[in-house]
């Protein structure tokens, strides 16, 4: 599987991935928060920033199935899904990942016909340290 290859602006989002939370990057001057992390802020050009947790709630956004993989590596786990998420505290924010069963499952391991856009979803970390997403309600 591949493994993130962090930038020095998105560095801090995988090393608090990797303790279990989901932060993301917001101004110091300004409140609002952003991602992709970057340097400067959009909306008021400062370069204070500062790395606020989020509940991990969202909605599904958008979703694909990719048919065949296209990469080798996960071809075993094919079909999977990948989803957007809008998060529920900054609907401005989406992040990528995959749908899947709980905690540690794989991504093969929801059934494709119960991923519907606007589900709500909530953010889980796999033994992989990468940010998932399970229903709400199952």
Do not use: K, T
């Amino acid at each position: 599987m591949l493994s993130p290859v962090p930038d020095e602006d998105g560095a801090p989002f995988w090393e608090y991935v990797g303790r279990g939370e989901l932060r993301v990057q917001g101004c110091a001057d300004c409140g609002e928060l952003r991602f992709p992390p970057r340097p400067c802020c959009p909306h008021c050009r400062s370069f204070a920033s500062e790395w606020r947790r989020v509940s991990g709630a969202g909605r599904i956004w958008s979703y694909v199935v990719p048919h065949p993989p296209l990469l080798p590596a996960y071809a075993a786990q094919a079909p999977y899904n990948v989803i957007v998420v809008e998060l529920a505290e900054a609907p401005r924010i989406r992040l990528v990942g995959n749908l899947v069963a709980g905690p540690g499952a794989p991504l093969d391991s929801m059934p494709l016909d119960r991923i519907r856009i606007g589900a709500r979803v909530q953010v889980v970390f796999g033994a992989d340290g990468l940010p998932r997403w399970v229903l709400e309600r199952p």
